[in-house]
C-alpha cells in the first residue's frame, strides 16, 4: 500500500481561519473599521464633547474648527461632533437586529422550500416573488402609519426587504448541494431529512449567508438613513445619521456644508467597511 | 525524419506562497510524424503540465525555468501568447480529460465545430456547417443532424469526447495532445474512442501525445512510452521493450497495477461464501419521471431498472458490471432504498427492507460511493463525519466512545488517527476514497455496497484501494456487492459477476466461467474492451 500514513500525522496544507483573516486586508481593515466605530457608538455619552441635543441659540451654524466645537454647529447651535458619534447608535442596531432576523428568516424560508414537495416549495417561492414585487416605501408608510415612526418601522421594513433576497439565495445553492453525494451518503448513513438539512447542508450555506448578511448590513445602513431622513425613522430630537444629513441639506447651499457631510461620510465609512468585510469573508471562507 | 515535437530539457517551477516546487525537473521528449508516444505517471507526477507548457497553456503561477520546446524547428518557449496562437489548434489539437467541462455549455455543437471551421479552414458558414457533418461522420457519429443542433448537455461523455476529438481534428494539426481522453469513460467507451484517435492518427499521419496513467492504454495505442515520475522521465523507449522488460521498479509497479483479465487477486478466494442469501432482490423495477407540467419539456418516463432478481449470498462478492447507463447504479441505490421501487420486493437477511426499521438497516447496510471527492461533505472534519452515524445510529454510547472507534476505522483503513480533525479537502483522491471506506465500516455493517470504488482513482492507487477492500473484508467478515465497468477488476475480485445492459440484468454465472462459450454477447463486449498491459500487438514506427 503505497499510500499508508502511520507514523506522524503530516502537516496542515492550509493555515488557521484567523491567520488567513488577518492575512486578508480587506476583510481585516473592514473589520478594524467596524470595531472602532460600534465601539464609538457603544461609548457615545462618554466619548461625546458636548450633549448632542443641546442647542445653543447664540452660536448657530458655528464652522469647522469653531472654539468648542471642531466640526461646527448645526442650525440649532448643536455640537456636530458630538451628534456624529451619538448618531450611529441607532443605525447600527437598527441595521445589524434587522438583518439577522432577516438572515435567519430567509434561511429557514430557503431551506424549506429547497427540500419541501413541490408544491409547498412552489408556494413559498411564488409568495417570495410577491414580496419582491412590493414596493418597500409603502411597506415603510404602512408601517409608519400602524405603530409611531421610529426604530421598530425601520426594523421591519428591512426585514421585509431583505427576507425575499436571502430566501432566493439560500434556495438556489440549497437546491445545488440537495443533489450532491454526500446528501445521499448521509441518507445511507441513517440520516433523516431534517439531521441532513440541519447538520449537511447548512454547514455549507453558512458561509454564503454570512458573506451576504455581511454586505446586505451596509446596503441597510444607507437605506434606514433615506429612511430616517424621509422623517419615518429615528424622531427629532434624537441624533441619527440620515436625519442629520436631510436636516443639513436645508443649510447646505447657505455655505454650511459639514452639517450634512459629516454624517454622510460616516455613512460611506459604515457602508464600505461591512462590504469589504463581506468581500474579505467570501476570500477566507472560500479558498 | 525531423521529430514534430521536441522538448529538451524542461523545467516548469510552481510558484506558491513561501516555495517553489519544481513541477518538471528536465523532461525530454520526441514525437515523431505519424507516431504515438504515451506519457505515463501517477496522478502529480507532471505529465499533465508538460502538456500544458507544450501549449502554452500553463497556470499562472508556473513558469518554464529552463528548456527548450521545438515544433517542427520552432522554439515555442518564449513565444508571445499571440505568436503562440498561430500554432494552437491549426499546429497543435488538444483533447481534454473532461469533455463535459471543456465543450462550452452555452453554444450548440455545430456552432462550436463550425466557429473552429471558419476560424482554422477559413470557410464560409455553409461550408463551415458541412465540414463539422463530415466530421461528425468520421468520429462515428451516426445522426450528425441533430448532433450538430444539440448542446453538449444533451450528449453522453462518449459522443461528447467524440465531438472533443473532431474539434481537435478539424484544423488538421500535425500535433494531437490527448491527456487522458479516456479516464472519465467507461470501458468499452475507452477502447471505442482509443481506436477512434489510433485511426485519425494513421490516416493524416499525425503525431500523438497522449497522457495516461494506465499501462493497459499504453499497451494498446502507442508505439513509444516514456514513464514519468516526480517531474523525472525515468524510462523511455519502444512500448514493447517496456512491456516485456522494464528497467525501472517505477514501470513495474505500474504495469503490475493493471488488473489482467484471468489473473485472480491471490487472496479474493481466501473467503469461503456460505448459501444462504443475504439480500435477495425479486423482479424489481424502477422508473423516473422525466419532464411534465412546468419544466417546459414532454413527460416522459425512464425505464432505468427492469425485472431484475438477484440474490447475494452471505460472505460472497458479487459483482455487478455494464456500461454507464445500464442501471447498475440505480440498481445498487434500489437495494437499499434509496431510491423509490416502482415494483418487486427488496429482502435484506430475510425481511423486507421497508419493514425492518431504518435504523438497523442503515447499520447492517452500508454503501462506498465511486466519487469520494462528493460523497464526503466538503465542510466538516471527517472524524465528525465519521462518528456521527455511529451516534445516530446507537453504535457508539457516548462521544469517547465515537471517538475511539473513529480513530480504529481510520487505522483500519491506514490513515493516521490525527487525521480526523481534518477537512476532505486536505486529502489526496485515494485517501479520500480510505475516508469513505473507514466511514461505512465504522458502522460494522454485514453488506457493503461498493458503487464503482475505484474509477476515480489512478491505476495504482486503485490497487492498493482493492488491497485493502480485501483485507477488509476477511478481517471483518464482509459481503460485498462490487458495482463496475472494468470486467478485468470485477473478474479479479468477485466471486460471482452479473451483467445489467439497459435496465435489464442479461446473466449472471461464477467468475471462473468467465471465457464459456455460452457468454452473452453483451459479457463478451465487455470481455473485448479490456486493455490488458501486454505488447499485443507491434506498434513500431518503421
Known amino acids: 500500500m503505497s499510500t499508508d500514513t502511520h507514523g506522524a500525522a503530516p502537516p496542515r496544507l492550509r493555515r488557521s481561519f484567523p491567520a488567513r483573516f488577518v492575512r486578508n486586508r480587506e476583510a481585516f481593515l473592514g473589520l478594524v473599521v467596524l470595531v472602532v466605530v460600534i465601539g464609538m457608538s457603544a461609548l457615545a455619552p462618554w466619548l461625546a464633547p458636548q450633549d448632542p441635543n443641546l442647542g445653543d441659540a447664540r452660536n448657530v451654524l458655528a464652522p469647522v474648527g469653531a472654539p468648542g466645537h471642531l466640526l461646527g454647529t448645526d442650525d440649532q447651535g448643536r455640537d456636530v461632533l458630538s451628534r456624529v458619534i451619538h448618531g450611529g447608535r441607532g443605525a447600527l442596531v437598527v441595521a445589524i437586529a434587522s438583518v439577522t432576523v432577516a438572515v435567519g428568516i430567509g434561511t429557514a424560508l430557503g431551506l424549506l422550500a429547497a427540500f419541501a414537495g413541490r408544491r409547498t416549495s412552489g408556494l413559498l417561492m411564488r409568495v417570495v416573488d410577491l414580496m419582491f414585487a412590493f414596493p418597500v416605501i409603502l411597506v415603510a408608510l404602512s408601517l409608519a402609519a400602524i405603530i409611531q415612526p421610529g426604530a421598530w418601522v425601520l426594523i421591519g421594513t428591512v426585514v421585509f426587504a431583505a427576507v425575499p433576497y436571502v430566501t432566493r439565495i439560500v434556495f438556489a445553492e440549497a437546491r445545488i448541494e440537495r443533489e450532491k453525494d454526500y446528501v445521499e451518503a448521509a441518507r445511507s448513513l441513517g440520516a433523516s431529512e431534517a439531521a441532513i438539512v440541519r447538520t449537511e447542508v447548512l454547514p455549507n450555506l453558512i458561509s454564503s449567508v454570512v458573506i451576504y448578511g455581511t454586505s446586505l448590513v451596509g446596503v441597510n445602513i444607507v437605506f434606514t438613513a433615506s429612511l430616517s431622513a424621509l422623517g419615518l425613522g429615528i424622531q427629532p430630537p434624537d441624533a441619527d445619521w440620515g436625519r442629520m444629513i436631510s436636516e443639513g441639506a436645508k443649510v447646505l447651499v447657505t ?31 472560500n479558498p | 525524419m525531423t521529430a514534430v515535437l521536441t522538448v529538451r530539457d524542461l523545467h516548469v517551477e510552481f510558484a506558491l506562497p513561501g516555495a517553489a516546487v519544481n513541477a518538471v525537473r528536465g523532461a525530454d521528449l520526441e514525437v515523431d510524424r505519424g507516431e504515438v508516444l504515451a506519457l505515463v505517471g501517477e496522478s502529480g507526477s507532471g505529465k499533465s503540465v508538460t502538456a500544458a507548457a507544450v501549449l502554452g497553456l500553463l497556470p499562472r503561477t508556473a513558469r ?109 494539426p500535425r500535433l494531437l495532445i490527448a491527456d487522458e481522453p479516456t479516464t472519465a469513460l467507461d470501458a468499452v467507451v475507452q477502447k471505442q474512442i482509443l481506436d477512434l484517435v489510433l485511426g485519425l492518427a494513421g490516416e493524416t499521419k499525425t503525431a500523438v501525445l497522449l497522457i495516461t496513467h494506465d499501462f493497459g492504454v499504453v499497451s494498446h495505442t502507442s508505439s513509444r512510452v516514456a514513464v ?63 419532464g411534465g407540467v412546468g419544466t417546459g419539456r414532454h413527460r416522459s418516463v425512464v425505464r432505468a431498472v427492469r425485472d431484475v432478481s438477484l440474490s447475494v449470498r452471505r460472505g460472497e462478492t458479487f459483482g455487478l458490471i455494464g456500461e454507464s447507463g445500464s442501471g447498475k447504479s440505480t440498481l445498487a441505490r434500489l437495494a437499499g432504498g434509496l431510491v423509490p421501487r416502482t415494483s418487486g420486493t427488496v429482502t435484506f437477511d430475510g425481511a423486507d427492507i421497508a419493514d425492518s426499521g431504518a435504523h438497523e438497516l442503515r447499520r447492517r447496510f452500508q454503501y462506498v460511493f465511486q466519487d469520494a471527492t462528493t460523497a464526503l461533505n466538503p465542510r466538516i472534519t471527517v472524524g465528525e463525519q465519521i462518528a456521527r452515524p455511529l451516534r445516530r445510529l446507537g453504535k457508539a454510547t457516548d462521544r469517547g466512545d465515537a471517538t475511539a472507534q473513529v480513530h480504529r476505522a481510520l487505522e483500519l483503513v491506514g490513515l493516521h488517527p490525527g487525521h480526523a480533525d481534518r477537512y476532505p479537502r486536505e486529502f489526496s483522491g485515494g485517501q479520500r476514497q480510505r475516508v469513505g471506506i473507514a466511514r461505512a465500516i465504522a458502522l460494522e455493517p454485514e453488506l457493503l455496497i461498493l458503487d464503482e470504488p475505484t474509477s476515480a482513482l489512478d491505476v495504482s492507487t486503485q490497487a492498493s484501494i482493492l488491497d485493502l477492500l480485501l483485507d477488509l473484508k476477511a478481517e471483518l467478515d464482509l459481503t460485498y456487492l462490487f458495482i463496475g465497468h472494468n470486467l478485468a477488476i470485477i473478474a479479479a475480485l468477485c466471486d460471482r459477476i452479473g451483467v445489467m445492459r439497459e435496465g435489464s440484468l442479461v446473466e449472471t454465472f461464477p467468475a471462473g466461467e468467465l471465457f464459456a462459450p455460452q457468454r452473452h454477447p453483451d459479457t463478451r463486449a465487455l470481455l473485448d474492451a479490456v486493455l490488458p498491459p501486454v505488447p499485443t500487438r507491434d506498434r513500431e514506427a518503421s
Not at chain 2, 518557449?77 to 455549455?105: E, K, Y
Not at chain 2, 477559413?122 to 445522426?143: F, K, M, N, P
Request: avoid cysteine; charge should be neutral; aromatic fraction near 6%.
Open chain 1, 255 to 285: 455655505g454650511h456644508p459639514g452639517v450634512a457631510s459629516f454624517p454622510a461620510v460616516a455613512i460611506l465609512l459604515v457602508a464600505l467597511a461591512f462590504n469589504w468585510l463581506g468581500d474579505g469573508l467570501r476570500d477566507v471562507l
Open chain 2, 64 to 172: 518554464i525555468a529552463r528548456g527548450s520546446i521545438r515544433f517542427e524547428g520552432t522554439e515555442l518557449v518564449g513565444l508571445t501568447d499571440r505568436r503562440l496562437n498561430t500554432f494552437r489548434g491549426a499546429g497543435i489539437g488538444m483533447i481534454f480529460q473532461n469533455p463535459v467541462t471543456s465543450l462550452d455549455p452555452s453554444f450548440t455543437i455545430g456552432s462550436q465545430l463550425g466557429d473552429t471551421a471558419r476560424l482554422h479552414l477559413r470557410v464560409s458558414r455553409t461550408q463551415a456547417r458541412d465540414v463539422a457533418h463530415t466530421w461528425l461522420d468520421r468520429v462515428g457519429i451516426r445522426e450528425a443532424d441533430r448532433v450538430l443542433r444539440a448542446y453538449p448537455h444533451e450528449l453522453s461523455g462518449g459522443m461528447r469526447q467524440r465531438v472533443m476529438i473532431a474539434l481537435a481534428g478539424l484544423s488538421g
Open chain 2, 228 to 290: 514519468m515520475r516526480e517531474g523525472v522521465i525515468v524510462e523511455a523507449g519502444s512500448t514493447a521493450q517496456v512491456l516485456d522488460a522494464p528497467q525501472h521498479p517505477y514501470t513495474r509497479t505500474l504495469i503490475d497495477a493493471v488488473p489482467e483479465i484471468g489473473r485472480r487477486y491471490p487472496r479474493a478466494d481466501r473467503a469461503s461464501s456460505g448459501d444462504t442469501p443475504i439480500l435477495e432482490l425479486r423482479s424489481v423495477s424502477t422508473e423516473f419521471v422525466a
